[in-house]
């Protein structure tokens, strides 16, 4: 069905690259439409990457169980990248990230691993970075906890019988 929205979207964006480029009197009229459609196709190019395989760029989702991580080590002329899968809650497909390469994340990723590799469930929680932000606004490191098994409850409270 999305699949669907994108390809309509596309033959939209072209029909306007049409109606722009066609030959008439009032070419001038049509300027906007000349510049907005290779815009809004690179936009639509650009969410249909951030949604199916391809990692986005943005952190998981507050919560998010984690699925699995690879760490690519930063290389002369390579910055390097951590790739998480992650499954963000009430759903059920897992979505991949790529974040900025450091050791410290690093270091999470593969607790968090040998952790999920023992059977415990480890969540992706993020807190807000101290001091200036920089250019991108306010940021977020990433901390990755370890959950209880389900079924357990909440301390001081009773579970129904059932």
């Known amino acids: 069905m999305i699949a669907l929205v994108y390809a309509a979207c596309f033959l939209a964006l072209g029909a306007l690259a049409g109606l722009a480029a066609a030959s008439g009197r009032h070419w001038l009229l049509r300027a906007p439409l000349l510049v907005a459609t290779p815009l809004l196709a690179l936009a639509v190019w650009w969410q249909l990457s951030q949604r199916d395989g391809w990692p986005a760029g943005a952190h998981p989702a507050e919560g998010s169980a984690f699925v ?19 499954q963000p809650p009430g759903t059920t497909t897992p979505r991949a990230f790529r974040l900025p390469y450091s050791p410290a994340l690093e270091r999470q990723v593969a607790s ?15 807190r ?11 940021r977020a490191t990433l901390r990755f906890v370890r959950l209880p ?8 409270r009773r579970r129904a019988a059932g």
Do not use: C, E, F, N
């Open 112 to 126: 968090a691993a040998k952790q999920a590799k023992r059977g415990a469930r480890v969540a992706v929680t993020s």
């Open 68 to 86: 699995a991580g690879l760490v690519r080590s930063p290389t002369p002329g390579d910055a390097g990248a951590i790739y998480l899968w992650t």
């Open 128 to 138: 807000p970075m101290r001091g200036r932000h920089g250019q991108g606004g306010p």
């Open 149 to 156: 098994p389900p079924g357990m409850g909440v301390k001081g």
